[in-house]
């Protein structure tokens, strides 16, 4: 376990509950309750700490009302929509589909209220006290939040993080942020996306789909270009093929916001679109959180500074998700939620393996991976060997109707680990936990190869991956 600051007492869990404390202090106060704050709140109740989550806008954070959710629930509909354009291939005849885009609203606004119910209760379920209104640090062990004050032994800071605007450009009438392209307010003509990760691809691929014209650029050469550039490859010839006009080491400049469209410049060229969608980048949500005074130490890139047990410099303060250092991913802020208050029960913790954390990216085609890719494995000095396959080479691949997509694993040959796993395709966000858990598990590729996969599934493509590093691919 990773060594605390000097002066931190871990207590242990049921110290905390045989306590007995007044109605304005509590053993454990969370801040934020999105992905990271929820999920803390009711661990922390479980441990028995007597626990409250201070929130400023909604139940479930930005992740439930705002971005993953949202997002997903609209690009749920792109699916169908392409489903049913694709129904020939599967023998049946249907015409073009009609979007409806009000009703698409509403099934997305369904969903966020049925998760963020379903958050509400379970804080209610676990005893955790909700508190409405914006919480800030106010001296040793106390929280406030308007004008009240509340005592906690124990802090957690689960604030999250807003977008940002990529330099020369501002927020502003039709040049909006991420969340605001899940939320428009009718289907858009036109998007102009810049930036091609998780986000921009995300919001590209849907709203193509959904029949708007996109064009998506990205200053670097690739797009998705954290991925694995065989994916990133795969990745723009799929983008390309659902209509998406990619603009790959393109700057926009000179954007401009009108009445009715925004004007902007990349190259050489002029463009126009309904909107221009900035996806580029976030930074903490720390504002008004009193961090300064309380003297909570900052990293070099502005987020707070945490610990392998995510405390921060402040003894029985700690930071997690979007606020610290880390991939921006709502998993990965729960994990570290649940890390820091076992940790302050006195449980035994370990650090996060950040690179191994599950990378999802719900576009069309379907991306996930994990771990290091080949460049990264080959830059670190491994002994890199490569396993390649299409999911054309397993039945289901030819069976569902995906035979381009591609399980990539790249592994250390001098003892069968498991270093990185890519995958673009069908599914693609759920086949990649296998991978994840394989290697939680300590088990390598050869591990991987002899496990018995059902028939036909996709997952087969992943067994088939593991065979070709192993040396005896059996189909392909
Ligand atoms: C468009 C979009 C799509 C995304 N899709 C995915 C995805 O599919 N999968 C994935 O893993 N990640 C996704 N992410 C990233 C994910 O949303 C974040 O990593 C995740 O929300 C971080 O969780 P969090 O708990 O740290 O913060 P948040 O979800 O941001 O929640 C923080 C909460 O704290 C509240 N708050 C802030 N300050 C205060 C204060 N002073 N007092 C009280 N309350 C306060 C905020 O109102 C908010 O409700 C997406 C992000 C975006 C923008």
């Given at each position: ?163 940002r605007a990529v330099p020369g450009t501002q927020f502003g009438g039709r ?302």
């Amino acid at each position: 376990m990773a060594a605390g600051p000097a002066g931190h007492t871990p207590a242990g869990p049921l110290h905390a509950s045989l306590q007995s404390v007044p109605e304005s202090a509590y053993d454990v106060i969370v801040i934020g309750s999105g992905p990271g704050g929820y999920v803390t709140a009711i661990r922390a109740a479980q441990l028995g700490f007597k626990t409250a989550v201070v929130e400023k806008d909604r139940v479930g954070g930005r992740c439930l009302n705002y971005a993953c959710i949202p997002a997903k629930a609209v690009l749920r509909t792109a699916d169908v929509v392409a489903e049913i354009r694709e129904a020939g291939d599967f023998g049946i005849t249907v015409g073009e589909p009609n979007v409806d885009f009000a009703a698409v609203m509403e099934r997305r606004n369904r969903v966020v209220q049925t998760l963020t119910g379903g958050v509400a209760g379970l804080l209610r379920k676990n005893k955790v006290d909700l508190i409405e209104g914006s919480g800030a640090l106010a001296g040793e062990g106390r929280v406030t939040v308007g004008g009240a004050s509340y005592e906690a032994r124990f802090i957690v800071l689960a604030t999250g993080s807003v977008g940002r605007a990529v330099p020369g450009t501002q927020f502003g009438g039709r040049v909006i942020g991420t969340e605001q392209a899940w939320a428009l307010p009718q289907l858009p003509g036109s998007l102009a996306v810049i930036g091609s990760g998780a986000s921009g691809s995300e919001i590209a691929s849907a709203y193509v789909r959904l029949g708007a014209q996109v064009q998506l650029f990205e200053a670097l050469d690739r797009v998705l270009p954290a991925e694995d550039a065989d994916i990133s490859r795969l990745a723009e010839r799929g983008f390309k093929k659902q209509g998406i006009d990619v603009h790959t080491g393109t700057l926009v400049s000179d954007v401009v916001s009108g009445e009715a469209s925004v004007t902007f410049r990349f190259g050489e060229q002029s463009g126009e679109a309904d909107y221009v969608v900035i996806a580029a980048g976030r930074g903490p949500d720390v504002e008004g959180l009193g961090l300064e005074a309380a003297g909570v130490a900052l990293d070099d890139r502005g987020l707070i500074a945490v610990d392998g047990a995510m405390r921060t410099s402040v003894p029985g303060i700690y930071a997690i998700g979007d606020l610290v250092a880390g991939p921006a991913l709502a998993h990965k802020a729960s994990d570290e939620g649940v890390i820091a208050v076992e940790d302050a029960a006195g449980l035994h913790t370990h650090p996060i393996s950040y690179p191994d954390i599950p990378r999802a990216t719900f576009c069309t085609p379907n991306v996930a991976s994990f771990g290091l890719t080949e460049e990264q494995a080959r830059a670190q000095g491994h002994d890199v060997v490569v396993g390649k396959v299409p999911y054309g080479a397993v039945g289901a691949g030819t069976v569902y109707g995906d035979r381009q997509g591609l399980v990539k694993l790249v592994g250390d040959r001098r003892f069968g680990e498991l270093l990185g796993g890519h995958i673009i395709g069908a599914k693609a966000t759920d086949l990649i936990q296998e991978l994840v858990g394989t290697k939680l598990l300590e088990g390598g590729y050869p591990e991987l190869a002899h496990t018995i996969h059902g028939h036909p599934t996709l997952s087969e493509a992943v067994m088939e991956a593991a065979r070709a590093l192993d040396g005896w691919l059996i189909h392909g």
